[in-house]
């Protein structure tokens, strides 16, 4: 037999099958209190505008694109699954200032400026470093010099064993696990001194941030910020 390739889009669009929104974006862990944090937090990282546009790369099933539509006049999500693009649209219907559409963090297909861009765990996924410099350089396009871009919850390599401690607890089935392990080497762990560089080798200023307690990823991943130098 012929082992299929494997596939974000395809990954993703299983997950979309979800019976919750969080389930469906990989946030099963996550609680009300701690999305609302998490919304709190990018409008604190951010700072919106009301007049202004946001794109929301790898919007998942557009619960934070619903959440942020009240702070700005424009939101476009962009997602590489069209099944999470399908129920992003579903969710977002009574939400006349938001748009969806299929697109990735290193090509969006859309045509900026946007004032602001949320990437909210999403460089993850990309395969290589080269990758994440294609993602800055798309970024580079799409944001005006006032604008600003927070790629959130970004694995650091230095705290996988505190990741695998967390996610992986006694009991936990052996399909399970074996599951988390093989989906944690698929992605890519990228330290924050090191991801800094990498935008700055495209022309960018980037700062890296902890991110906040009551955001339950927040002992191994962190923020990056990024802005036109």
Not at 58 to 67: F, Q
Not at 156 to 185: C, L
Request: aromatic share 10%.
């Amino acid at each position: 037999m012929t082992d299929i390739p494997f596939s974000w889009a395809a990954f993703w669009d299983e997950k979309a099958l979800a019976p919750t929104d969080f389930q469906a974006t990989g946030r099963s862990i996550m609680d009300i209190p701690g999305f609302l944090v998490t919304v709190r937090e990018i409008v604190r990282i951010l700072q919106p505008k009301k007049r202004g546009t946001l794109l929301d790369l790898g919007c998942g099933t557009g619960i934070i694109s619903l959440a942020l539509s009240p702070w700005v006049r424009r939101i476009h999500g962009v997602d590489i699954s069209p099944a999470m693009v399908d129920r992003a649209k579903v969710n977002c219907a009574l939400a006349p200032n938001v748009e969806f559409s299929l697109g990735t963090v290193t090509d969006p297909g859309v045509a900026g400026p946007f004032d602001r861009v949320l990437a909210y765990s999403i460089l993850q996924y990309l395969a290589t470093e080269d990758e994440l410099s294609t993602a800055f350089v798309a970024l580079r396009r799409l944001l005006p010099k006032s604008g600003r871009a927070l790629y959130a919850a970004n694995p650091d390599p230095a705290r996988k064993e505190a990741y695998f401690q967390a996610a992986i607890q006694p009991g936990t089935p052996e399909d399970v696990k074996q599951k988390i392990v093989e989906v944690t080497a698929k992605t890519l762990w990228v330290g924050p001194d090191r991801m800094v560089a990498l935008a700055r080798e495209q022309g960018l200023e980037a700062k890296a941030l902890p991110i906040s307690k009551g955001i339950w990823q927040h002992f191994y991943m962190y923020d990056l910020v990024v802005w036109h130098g």
